[in-house]
């Protein structure tokens, strides 16, 4: 059995800042390697930021110096802390590993607007 629960999305004002969670259990530990996924109805699903096993972080050039990938092994859990949010950022946030492709969780909506 494998689980991704994100949280923490919600609405929030342009400039304004979350911090997204993604708790993992089963078998996907996040030691191994997470990434952080945004997809907007009628477009494909990005990938806005990962974190390697070796703690190695990228992050896609739209939310570079504003979004930041972090973990915490023990809680087995990801975090993506999003500042300076913007309208285009609006988009229902996965958390993933791929050594397990085909399973996603439900997301979390994060809507910036005023």
């Known amino acids: 059995q494998v689980q991704l629960v994100e949280s923490g999305g919600g609405l929030v004002q342009p400039g304004g800042s979350l911090r997204l969670s993604c708790a993992a259990s089963?078998?996907?530990?996040?030691?191994?390697?997470m990434g952080w996924y945004r997809q907007v109805p009628g477009k494909e699903r990005e990938l806005v930021a990962a974190?390697?096993?070796?703690?190695?972080?990228n992050y896609a050039d739209s939310v570079k110096g504003r979004f930041t990938i972090s973990r915490d092994n023990a809680k087995n859990t990801v975090y993506l802390q999003m500042n300076s949010l913007k309208p285009e950022d609006t988009a229902v946030y996965y958390c993933?590993?791929?050594?397990?492709?085909?399973?996603w969780g439900q997301g979390t909506q994060v809507t910036v607007s005023s």
């Open positions: 993933h590993q791929d050594y397990y492709p085909i399973y």
């Open positions: 974190i390697t096993s070796g703690g190695t972080t």
């Open positions: 089963g078998s996907i530990f996040v030691a191994n390697g």
